[in-house]
């Protein structure tokens, strides 16, 4: 088989090119155009199809693809936004026209497959939780693109000077705190801290069942109850060696009414990772006491 079809073959085969024609039909031929133009001067010298696959692994396909769909990003936003011109703020979001919600919706998927949209760092990444987070994040970011892409200004950002930085990814980032703090307050009735507490105690956590639980009591606030009349003094004693004031059930409370934990290391001028560690040893050590109690 000639070079050039194994070359077709193994593009037009492969998941992520797939999927990139599926979701991003607009520019996808381009995409197509440009990679299989790298590959081609790559395997200048491959002969068979075994010479091909192990060329293809030694460049990373998918990494190829999602640093082309990066670039062509800017192409995307700017057509989503001359597809708003025309509408009012109430026909942004949800998008009153066929045309615009592609536009958004290919922008949408660019900004996912590239895989360069900033994702704000949370010290409870293993709960659960997290991926429920991160996605009211996706779909805050889409509602940021539906209603905002209109504001959306080509080359405004001055501190780019690489032509093959994406000024609407640069412009997204930016907004990137602000969009997972939003995010975030859906599932903040209680601090971060205190999810990792629930999460961690709570066996074979599933959501749904959280979700159903929390319409009678939230398992929050039945642990927050439980620490706080600490009927056995058992977490006044967990405390940070010669530091009995800053005790477990200090902590908890603390949680309770809104602080940090770097807010509440700074208070009682102890280092933030001690106070991690108090938390995590006093979870392990009480998990089976407090899940039997509350």
């Not at 293809?56 to 011109?85: G, M, V, W």
């Not at 004693?237 to 770097?262: A, Q, T, Y």
Request: hydrophobic content about 35%; overall charge neutral; some cysteine.
């Amino acid at each position: 088989m000639e070079l050039e079809s194994l070359l077709s073959k193994s593009l037009e085969s492969h998941g992520l090119y797939c999927e990139i024609r599926k979701r991003i039909p607009d520019i996808h031929e381009e995409i197509y155009h440009q990679v299989y133009q790298i590959l081609l001067r790559e395997a200048s010298n491959v002969y068979d199809e075994q010479q091909l696959q192990k060329l293809l692994l030694k460049l990373s396909l998918d990494d190829l693809l999602k640093q082309e769909i990066y670039q062509s990003i800017d192409i995307l936003a700017i057509n989503a936004r001359e597809l708003s011109q025309s509408l009012d703020t109430q026909q942004l979001y949800p998008p009153a026209t066929k045309e615009y919600l592609s536009g958004c919706q290919q922008l949408f998927y660019a900004t996912r497959i590239c895989g360069k949209t900033k994702r704000p760092y949370l010290n409870y990444r293993t709960s659960k939780f997290y991926q429920d987070i991160v996605h009211e994040y996706e779909m805050q970011i889409w509602r940021f693109i539906c209603r905002e892409i209109k504001k959306f200004e080509h080359g405004k950002n001055q501190n780019i000077n690489d032509e093959n930085v994406s000024c609407f990814m640069a412009w997204l980032n930016g907004c990137s705190t602000n969009l997972f703090k939003k995010a975030l307050a859906k599932y903040n009735k209680t601090s971060p801290e205190m999810l990792l507490i629930e999460d961690n105690l709570k066996e074979n956590n599933d959501y749904t069942n959280l979700l159903a639980f929390h319409e009678e009591m939230s398992l929050s606030a039945k642990i927050i109850n439980l620490i706080e009349q600490d009927e056995m003094g058992l977490f006044r004693n967990e405390h940070i060696k010669n530091k009995p004031e800053v005790n477990f059930r200090e902590i908890v409370l603390s949680l309770r009414d809104g602080k940090k934990m770097k807010d509440i290391a700074d208070n009682f001028d102890v280092p933030l990772q001690s106070l991690y560690t108090l938390q995590k040893r006093c979870i392990d050590k009480y998990r089976n006491y407090i899940k039997k109690n509350i």
